[in-house]
Structures are given as structure tokens and as C-alpha cells.
């Protein structure tokens, strides 16, 4: 028992996760933070908890690590595992042909350079270390490491797992849990029976979970500054024809300023038509989120500025998300394989959610540009009772502010999303990297509790058993119990 059973090892980990429900700072403060960063929102617990134990970052540590490999050494008592870290060999499958489940074969080390495999005849074949060998699974090798040399003359059985059902143990084993409800922080907990392995699980989940959000911040600014870069261009030439309308009207006319009636009506309207434009961008913003909800296989992230809406940006990035794990298990299974269900489903919910959340925004923007139109028009009808030199220079003077103002508004963010850009961090902090809590020893007194009840009862029980079923007289007051005869 104690040679064989080997304790249990809880590894935990902490991190903080910046939630825009549990993290607020006063209104303005808030609104200010809000203005600087255009990237870095919030983000909400909970989701970031599933993001953690979600199949794709799982799946990248169970490769990273290659648990789904497992090599154990053959003694003369049992087989046991072999250090973490410290295996005499490596196997690197070079192309996959079939099921790697329940896969395992047995090789001896013969010397630093060469092996012998067990075939299935019971035979053995030697091979170079690095030769490609095939299969019925596929094309592999073995790459010896720096420890080779600790186990020449040594029996290893190699042991290959399916992946998904190595990711779906994995993902069943870590417990994800608030530390306080009031909290943003999170403690991430396995159980193995190597603790530095343990330890290695957490710390690439994170670094992963880290390293995913870094990319999606990265993509979505790239997308954003794109789409102001494009809008920029097409803004130098109408500012540019506008300030020269301006100036050919007043010199040709002779205008130079406007009385503060004017100019009142130029305030109201160059406001109005700020707030205007403002709508269409957004409203250009949501077209393209809807274009990209409806082109499936899309991975072409579309750019969010200006929605300041939560919800919709959580699941725009889980789309895309969803998108890329799809391509990625198509490109070692067809599209009819059954396993693919569950990712197109969740693909399609995900596209339906944000068609409503893009409906819903885009009902609220198109009531909102009714309303400035209307007011657009009450400005226009007081205009008309202006000279008409003057409310045609208001006209060309409003136009140009509202180019120059566009324009100097979109530098601006595309200056803070620049810096954005160079110092992206993930909203995560990890407060505690992983670590081994004290685990509960071996229990000392019940195998010796067992093995001396099991001695006392076996002798007892095969003596009476004897007892019960013999059929020969052994003494004669066998015969004075039973009968009369003396």
C-alpha cells in the first residue's frame, strides 16, 4: 500500500480580475477613467471565470504540457510513474491518422542513442533515437532528454490519451471559485499527485488566460484605429474644401463676423450637428457589428467605438473566440464530426444574442438622429431670417467647424489608442502565483488495521470452514452427543 498509493497534492493560485460591477470608482472619476481608456474595460468576474475553465484555454495548456502523454517505468514490483520533468524520453507525434486513445507501447532503453520497441508479436526492434516510426495512429518519434542516461537498461511504457478527453478531465479537476462574493478576486485549485505538475497547470492557465486577453485588446484597438485612420483620410479633403469655401465666400463678399445672434444659431447648430455625426458614426459602428454577426466564418473582429456597451463587447470577443476554436478543430476533423455540435451551437446563440443587443442599440441610435434632425430643421427655419449673405457664411462656417472638430476629435482618440496600443495590459493581476498547500498525509494505522484483522479472520475462517463440512469421526464423544450407544 504505501509503496503503491502516493498522497494527493491541492495546488491554488489567486487572481484579481478588474470587474466594472464590484470595482467602481466614484461617477467621475469613472467617467474620466472611462474617456483615457478605450481598451481596457472592465470586465465582469463571473464571465472571466468561465473564460479560465473554457475548452480553448484548457486545451492550450494540456498541449503545452502534453498531459496527454504519460510514460511510467516497470520495476520488478510495480509500474511507476516517473518524475515530472526529468522522463528519459519525449514523444512528438509528427501526424495524426487515428485515435490516440488507449495508445501505449513499451520501449527499453539501450543507450544514450538507441532504443528497442516491443512489437506487438512480442518481439523487439531497435531504433535511432529521432527516427520517425509509423503506425496505426500515426507518424511519431522519440527524443531522448537530459536524463536519458538515468535509465539505460529501463523498461518505459508510453501511454497516449485522447486530447479532448484529457482537456475534459483537466477542466472537470479545477475548481475556479470567488475568494469573497464582495471581491473581484479568484482562487484557482487542482489536485495532482505531483504537485510541480499541479503547479505548472495553474501557472500556464494563466499565463494563457493573460495572453488571450492581451491578443483580443491588441486586435480590437488594431480594428479601431483602422477604422479612424480610414475615416481621417476622407476628412483632410472635406475639411480642406471647406475652410477653402469659407474663405473664397468672404473675400468675394467682403464678410468678415457675425453678430451674436449669428453666432448663437452657429453655437446651437454646430452642437446639434456634432451630436449628429456622432450618431452616424455610431450607427457605421453597428452595421459593421451586424455584417459581422451575419457572415459566418467571419474572423475579421469589427471595431466597437463609441458602443459603450458592455454586454455587446463580451460577446463580440467570445464570437470571435468561438470562431477561431472552430477553425482550429476543423483543421484536424471534418465539419459532420459530431464534436463540432456543441461549438456551432454555442456559435449560434452567441450570433443571435448580439443581433438583439444590435437591434436594440441600433433602434435607440436611429430614434436619437430623429430627434437631431428635428432639431436640425427648428435651427435651419431661425437661420432663414438671417441676411442671406450672413446665413450663407453661417452655413459654410458651420460646415467647417463640424469638419474641424470631427477631425481634431478623431486625432485625439487616435492618439489615446495609440498609447493604448503600447502599453495593452490584461485586466487580470495575479495576486498569488501557484502554490502547494499542506496536503493530508498517508493514513498510517488502517492497512495495518486491515492486514492484521485479515490475518486473524483468514485462519479462523478456513478452520472452522474445515470444521463444518468434514464428515469423519475424530472422537468418541462425537458418538455419546448423537446417539444412546455407550
Known sequence: YFKVKKPGYQVTATLQIQDETKDKAPGADKAALSELDLVNTGKIVENEMEVLRSFTLVSKVVYDLQLWVKYT??????????????????????????????????????????????????????????????????????????????????????????????????????????????????????????????????????????????????????????????????????????????????????????????????????????????????????????????????????????????????????????????????ATMPETNPMLDPVNRQISSTRSAIMQNVRNIKSSLLAQKRQLESYDKKYQSTIRNVPVQQRDLIGLKRDQTLKDNLYTYLLQKREELSVSYASILSNARLVDPAYVLPVKPLNKYAPFLVAIAFAFLFPVGLIYGRNSIKNAITHSREISQGTDVP
Open 73 to 330: 517505468r516497470t520495476t520488478k514490483l510495480v509500474k511507476q510513474d516517473d518524475p515530472y520533468k526529468k522522463t528519459p524520453v519525449h514523444f512528438k507525434l509528427i501526424q495524426k491518422k487515428g485515435d490516440l486513445g488507449g495508445q501505449k507501447f513499451d520501449i527499453v532503453i539501450k543507450n544514450a542513442n538507441t532504443f528497442l520497441l516491443n512489437r506487438s508479436n512480442g518481439k523487439y526492434t531497435q531504433f535511432n533515437f529521432k527516427d520517425v516510426l509509423d503506425n496505426e495512429f500515426g507518424l511519431w518519434q522519440l527524443e531522448p532528454t537530459k536524463d536519458i542516461n538515468n535509465y539505460i537498461g529501463s523498461t518505459i511504457t508510453v501511454s497516449l490519451g485522447n486530447p479532448y478527453s484529457v482537456v475534459d478531465a483537466t477542466q472537470k479537476g479545477l475548481s475556479i471559485a470567488l475568494v469573497d462574493k464582495q471581491a473581484s478576486t479568484i482562487s484557482l485549485t487542482v489536485s495532482d499527485n505531483l504537485p510541480e505538475r499541479g503547479m505548472d497547470i495553474l501557472n500556464d492557465l494563466i499565463s494563457r488566460y493573460d495572453e488571450a486577453e492581451v491578443q483580443m485588446k491588441n486586435n480590437i484597438t488594431q480594428v479601431t484605429l483602422d477604422f479612424i485612420n480610414e475615416r481621417l483620410k476622407t476628412l483632410t479633403g472635406e475639411l480642406s474644401h471647406a475652410e477653402g469655401q469659407v474663405q473664397s465666400y468672404e473675400s468675394s463678399r467682403g464678410v468678415t463676423d457675425l453678430d451674436d445672434q449669428s453666432k448663437s444659431y452657429v453655437q446651437s447648430t454646430m452642437e446639434n450637428d456634432k451630436n449628429l455625426n456622432e450618431v452616424n458614426v455610431e450607427l457605421q459602428v453597428v452595421d459593421g457589428i451586424e455584417k459581422y454577426a451575419n457572415t459566418p466564418g467571419s474572423t475579421n473582429v469589427p471595431s466597437t467605438l463609441g458602443i459603450n456597451d458592455s454586454g455587446l463587447s463580451t460577446l463580440i470577443e467570445k464570437l470571435s473566440e468561438l470562431q477561431i476554436e472552430r477553425d482550429r478543430m476543423l
